[in-house]
């Protein structure tokens, strides 16, 4: 087997925890290190996965979790930076998840023997774009890029759905609460993907070093317009509300007031900037990942609906505010 230990860094979040298990399953070994081990407990159990507490923001810890490493997969990522740090050109939260994390990562490979390194970036990922987000993204892929002697693969996923996602489940949930639905950016275009899919073209990528240093954009076969998705949601989940598309000034009023919400924001101005720009790959998915992507109307229904227990889980964890 070509890298049989893997260390995953963001692997105890929504897309790491799908490619932890698919890892696990293929017979990789995993290393995944986590703030808080508790957060990380649904990957205790797996087989051949090692979870551990620690900070990957410091470099010493960073090369004492490489030691036994063969390859590294960085999927860190924040949609949101917090409240009033904003900034140019993307302000000091994406900074650090998205450009000083995977420059103190591939330097760490360098300086740890570690040949292969997976980078999740994202789809719209561009120096010139027009929200911090994705200009940090793409400050991201170059510094993925930094160490010539790295067998790097860049990722470039449009948004992701599946149990636990923070997007069809978050537009949903607001619709069981809200009789109608005002939404900002009704029209703005994404090319949905399931979570399995994204976690086989990192695993299937791992094998096959044809995919090193290469950039692949990950979509799924449909475009929607924002608006359809929320319908979508609403109708999967079982309370369809009236759609009232914002103009552009009251989305960005919108936004601004769902930066503040008590939980985390549910929405920024960044995100409003970043939907400018249709959020669809340029060609379907290269055949060397070997991945047929999924519908979302065949998997969505089933867990927003309540039916997964996955879903159920994120139910109780919401309950209990978890």
Not at 151 to 173: C, E, I, Q, W, Y
Request: proline share 7%.
């Amino acid at each position: 087997m070509r890298y049989p230990t893997v260390l995953v860094i963001g692997g105890s979040g929504f897309i790491g925890s799908s490619l932890v298990a698919q890892l696990s399953s293929a017979g990789h070994a995993v290393i995944v290190p986590t703030r808080r081990r508790e957060r990380a407990k649904h990957l205790i159990t797996l087989p051949t996965v090692d979870v551990v507490e620690a900070d990957v923001h410091d470099e010493t810890v960073l090369r004492r979790l490489m030691q036994d490493a063969d390859a590294v997969i960085n999927l860190v990522g924040i949609l949101h930076s917090r409240p009033g740090k904003r900034g140019a050109p993307y302000g000091p939260d994406f900074a650090r998840a998205h450009v000083a994390l995977p420059k103190r990562i591939v330097a760490a490979c360098a300086a740890s023997g570690v040949s292969r390194y997976l980078h999740m970036s994202a789809l719209g990922a561009d120096v010139n774009g027009p929200s911090m987000y994705q200009r940090s993204k793409a400050a991201g892929e170059a510094a993925a890029w930094s160490e010539p002697g790295l067998k790097t693969t860049v990722f470039r996923p449009s948004v992701v759905f599946g149990a636990g996602d923070h997007f069809l489940n978050m537009f949903a949930a607001m619709q069981r609460i809200f009789p109608v639905f005002p939404l900002g950016c009704a029209q703005a275009k994404f090319q949905p993907i399931h979570v399995e899919d994204v976690a086989r073209a990192y695993v299937n990528a791992l094998a096959c070093e044809q995919t090193v240093g290469h950039t692949y954009e990950l979509a799924g076969p449909t475009v929607y317009s924002l608006r359809q998705l929320v319908q979508l949601a609403g109708l999967y989940a079982g309370c369809p509300r009236t759609i009232i598309a914002l103009p552009d000034w009251l989305a960005r009023l919108q936004a601004l007031l769902l930066e503040y919400a008590p939980f985390g924001p549910l929405m920024s101005r960044d995100n409003v900037a970043s939907m400018q720009v249709d959020n669809v790959a340029k060609a379907p998915i290269a055949p060397e990942l070997g991945i047929t992507p999924a519908a979302l109307e065949a998997v969505a229904p089933y867990y927003l609906s309540g039916g997964s227990p996955r879903a159920r889980y994120d139910d109780y964890r919401t309950g209990a505010h978890r």
